[in-house]
């Protein structure tokens, strides 16, 4: 899982949207990420000054039907 570490909430965000998933707003301190013909919802917590913990990155990248070399892709 090399090049999981340390990314930033915001960054993940603007991956997943490259991926093809919609913002669809914030709720607390969670953006809310959704794609048609994807029953899944994907929640990426924004905290300020914290990046996205690795555990939790990967269960998203699993949702979103994505590889982690394709997510670093969008990543970079």
Known sequence: MSGLHNLKPDRVVKAFERA???NEGQRGSHVK???EGNPNILSIPVHKGKTVK???LVDQIKKAGLTVEAFLKCYK
């Open 33 to 35: 990420l959704t794609r």
């Open 20 to 22: 093809g998933w919609t």
């Open 54 to 56: 690795i555990g939790l």
